[in-house]
């Protein structure tokens, strides 16, 4: 009796070690530094080496208490910018765990052109005006900024301060469609294309809003002037 108590006591103790080592084995620990360093590589590959990223607190880590949980960085390019939030989602078989908010600080550089001297309304860019310089466009979008090539022989439509980006606003834009010429209509949502053609109502340049109406129909509608001349209707 004594023995087979022994031996009973003994099995217990084994099969207590074997599930805690179990549970220890089964954990997934990722470490603050892990998913530090997993947000910034992630802001390298989505916005490029010239983007900074500040993370703005201490990142704790993560355990789990099951093994097979992968981590992945989330989060829209086009939010990538500023006071903005990178997305940390641990999943398994692909079902969602657990998702954390890590806060961040995005500035966002590029070599674009800047003015050497004050440039005046009226003034035509010309090569002795500009230069190329890496700045901090995290503020700007991409339609506001513009190559070499766009700005040269363009009339400066406000004061330039020396120093200052050469931004499409500052400059007078060549009218690229005038009032009533036939314009094709480009409507897009998601990934859904639709074609049509119409009418414009007034004369406008590249990027500008501008009301056309749709061959057929009486109803007026805006849409952006591309660079090629069709008009970009985009919806939610």
Not at 126 to 131: A, H, L, M, Q, V
Not at 149 to 157: N, P, S, T, Y
Not at 194 to 207: N, V
Not at 225 to 230: C, I, L, N, R
């Amino acid at each position: 009796m004594i023995r087979f108590l022994k031996i009973l006591l003994i099995f217990f103790i084994v099969t207590a070690v074997s599930v805690t080592t179990n549970q220890l084995f089964a954990k997934s620990t990722f470490s603050g530094s892990r998913i530090r360093q997993a947000c910034i590589d992630y802001v390298h590959k989505t916005l490029g080496n010239d983007a900074e990223i500040i993370l703005k607190q201490t990142i704790e880590n993560a355990s789990f208490e099951e093994s097979g949980i992968y981590a992945k960085c989330t989060g829209d390019r086009k939010a990538l910018r500023g006071n903005c939030y990178i997305g940390i989602e641990f999943r398994k078989n692909g079902q969602l765990i657990r998702r954390l908010e890590i806060p961040v600080l995005i500035k966002i550089y590029k070599i674009i052109p800047v003015a050497i001297r004050q440039l005046k309304n009226g003034d035509v860019i010309s090569n002795d005006d500009f230069t190329q310089v890496k700045k901090d466009i995290t503020y700007y979008s991409d339609k506001e900024l513009l190559n070499p090539l766009e700005i040269l022989g363009k009339k400066v439509k406000r004061n330039i301060k020396k120093g200052d980006i050469i931004t499409i606003a500052s400059l007078e834009r060549d009218v690229l469609i005038h009032k009533g010429d036939k314009v094709l209509i480009v409507a897009q949502s998601g990934a859904v294309r639709i074609s049509s053609t119409g009418k414009a109502l007034q004369d406008a340049a590249f990027g500008q809003t501008i009301r056309i109406k749709r061959d057929g129909s009486r109803g007026i509608l805006q849409g952006s002037v591309a660079k090629d001349g069709s008009i970009l209707i985009t919806t939610k």
